[in-house]
């Protein structure tokens, strides 16, 4: 595979770890220089022709990974993350690479908020984890925010349904925000940690924490892999540990 090195690594087997505090129960665990050969998967995606999602609101193009890449990552969370995130048992996964691409004014009042990675509602059994990787060299094109809703869980809920439901000139009149990437805390959700971006580093995250990419300079998007906003993205749904969940 193009993107192992001579040793027939794809993980660097000396990243650099850390952890960065969310909120008191989660975190997020980074691993800087996670892969050993994070170029090849670049222009692999080059050569690739990314579309447009079919059923979720990322605000870009998207590309499903190769399986045998989201098999080394599975192998990695396992191993590097999901005991940390509370999790056991991986039940599903999936990695996609992801490239934002859309301009502010044309985002869609769901797009214009934090999101959760859920697939469905079961927290006292089940963990939705998720793994960001950067794969771009400009920081300026943004790294993670994680997010505390300011409202109750139902308020919250509303705001998030309508903003599926209602145009953009009728979610702005309601709630008074307007197009645009959120960047740090509004009336709504409150910033509560940040992750910037760095060439080959790797997060993994609670996927059930409010988070959004920090878009603050949109003219440095781009459709092109070499020179956008890429990144390898994946989801796994894990059996909750025993441990908390008898909490």
């Known amino acids: 595979m193009q993107w ?3 040793a027939g690594r794809f993980f660097n ?3 650099r770890i850390s952890v960065v505090p969310i909120d008191g129960e989660h975190v997020c665990i980074v691993i800087d220089d996670a892969l050993a050969r994070p170029e090849a998967l670049v222009e692999w995606a080059a050569s690739q022709s990314f579309d447009t999602p079919g059923w979720f609101a990322y605000p870009g193009l998207v590309l499903d990974a190769p399986r ?3 098999q080394l990552i599975g192998d990695n969370f396992a191993s590097r993350a999901r005991s940390r995130l509370n999790a056991r048992r ?3 996964q999936f990695t996609r690479l992801s490239l934002v691409t859309t301009p502010p004014e044309a985002l869609s009042p769901v797009q214009w908020q934090c999101h959760q990675d859920r697939l469905a509602t079961e927290p006292e059994r089940v963990v939705y984890a998720a793994m960001l990787l950067y794969l771009f060299h400009d920081p300026a094109q943004g790294g993670t925010s994680f ?5 109750e869980a139902e ?3 509303r705001m998030l349904t309508e903003s599926k439901a209602l145009s953009a000139g009728e979610f702005t009149a309601r709630y008074g925000l307007r197009a645009g990437y959120l960047n740090g805390s509004n009336a709504y959700f409150e910033r509560i940690a940040q992750v910037r971006a760095a060439w080959n580093r790797m997060i993994y995250y609670d996927g059930g924490i409010f988070h959004s990419a920090d878009i603050s300079q949109p003219k440095l998007l781009s459709a092109d892999p070499r020179r ?3 990144t390898l993205n994946g989801f796994f749904t894990c059996m909750r540990s025993r441990r908390v ?3």
């Not at 997010?147 to 409202?151: K, V």
């Open 90 to 92: 991986t039940l599903e």
């Open 4 to 6: 192992l090195d001579g």
């Open 155 to 157: 308020q919250t809920q």
């Open 228 to 230: 956008g906003r890429l």
């Open 245 to 247: 969940a008898s909490h």
């Open 68 to 70: 045998e890449v989201t």
């Open 13 to 15: 087997p000396q990243p």
């Open 147 to 151: 997010y505390r809703a300011r409202q």
